[in-house]
């Protein structure tokens, strides 16, 4: 699980997948998060706005993801 630090209170889902690069456009990550790809949390999320804070975590394809305050 590769950990992802943030400044901020919360990063939106879209935002943290480009990111975190594993999408390459703002219209993907839309596209992988509307297709249910996505888990936060262990729980599928189709919402791109969804606020992430930190210790949560996000799955796409392989690769997993924990969100930490920088």
Do not use: H
């Not at 990550?29 to 189709?46: L, S």
């Amino acid at each position: 699980m590769e950990k992802i630090a943030i400044d901020t209170e919360f990063i939106k889902l879209d935002s943290l997948l480009k990111y975190a690069a594993l999408v390459g456009t703002g219209g993907e990550a839309k596209y992988v998060i509307a297709e249910g790809m996505v888990r936060v949390n262990g729980e599928v999320c189709t919402m791109r706005g969804k606020k992430i804070r930190p210790g949560d975590t996000v799955s796409f394809d392989q690769f997993q993801l924990e969100v930490t305050q920088a």
